[in-house]
């Protein structure tokens, strides 16, 4: 059966390696915090280039270490996407700051600056809250675009925060994602591009002070003793298992980042002129975390998926709901303060209608591509 991701037999071209790594962390028995954990950690940095990385439990974990470091609270505006994944937002709520959400552009899907300026704008005008934060996402693999993003942030001194979750390899003008924030995070999620066999993240920055609150508010706000705990912190450590599996397969990354923009061109040309196919500006370079199409409307998106299903082609919708729309946020208290702001006008919720993902992944075979690309022309 045809994988949407193919894990497995990600792990059947990388066995041998793979399996002797967890060999050697069973051996070692440094389950927590083992050597192979400082050396991922290094490896990253230098991958990136940036001068630290610090890993974590999780993605989520990773952009809490970040708002907690940065002293992000109550009374405080973050301008979050919002067509994204519910962490992006959820982080910013968990703080006690008020998540306010910014529309994308339509080719992209990443947050659009006149969106985002017009929210900061606002916000400022409405003198009830602080901008002090801008999460730029790197959707799907694509940076954000960074250059406006940043002189937005400049323009009015807000700080940003690079979600690389999806990002990860991802590159503007040969400059890596997860080095464009003042601090960026990623996700070692097993479907992301750079994944792991169960849950993990990091966080990168060039500045030191940031570095040294996150890695003590990511073991308890640990000081110089572990038993001095000198602020409240979260118990997000990557475990050494799949920071040693994360080592293999950062070995092998590059090739799949080739891989997978050999298997998205191909998408692109047997496709391109039936459906809307992903737009990569100029100077930037994705790691496809999806290859992801619009449709005309929800009717036809819901048609093809179903057929799609129906032929043994697994899909997804990314992301049916908009931040804005979610039960979690329409019944806060903070929901009330935005009520003006137009989100029946948002590009994002008609990206909620007409997107859908394809099966994308280093592994994945031309001619299956091919059959997917036939059934879909088939189908319109």
Known sequence: ?????????????????????????????????GPQVKELERDLAAYVGVKHCLTCANGTDALTLALKAWGIGPGDAVFVPDFTFFASAEVVALEGATPIFVDVDATTFNIDVQSLETAIRQTLADGQLKPRVIVAVDLFGLPANYPLVKAVAEKYGLLILEDGAQGFGGSINGRKACSFGDISTTSFFPAKPLG???????????????????ESYRVHGKGSDKYDNVRI????????????????????????????????????????????????????????????????????????????????????????????AQTAFKNSSFSALHSSLRYSDYVTNRLCDTVLSLPMHPYLETSDIEHICSTLLAVL
């Open 233 to 324: 912190g979260l118990n997000s450590r990557l475990d050494t298992m799949q920071a040693a599996i994360l080592q293999v397969k950062l070995r092998a990354f590059d090739d799949e980042v080739e891989r997978v923009n050999e298997a998205a061109a191909t998408y692109t040309r047997l496709l391109n002129g039936h459906v809307q196919t992903p737009v990569i500006p100029e100077g930037f370079g994705s790691s496809w975390a999806q290859y992801t199409i619009q449709l005309p409307d929800e009717a036809s998106r819901n048609k093809l998926q179903a057929a799609l299903k129906e032929a043994g082609i697994p899909s997804m919708v990314y992301y049916p709901k908009a931040m804005h």
């Open 196 to 214: 792991c066999y169960g849950d993990g993240g990091a966080v990168f920055t060039d500045n030191d002070e940031w570095a040294k609150l996150m």
């Open 1 to 33: 059966m045809m994988q949407f991701r193919d894990l497995a037999k990600q792990y059947q071209t990388l066995k041998a390696d793979i399996d002797q790594a967890m060999i050697d962390v069973a051996a070692q028995s440094h389950y927590i915090m």
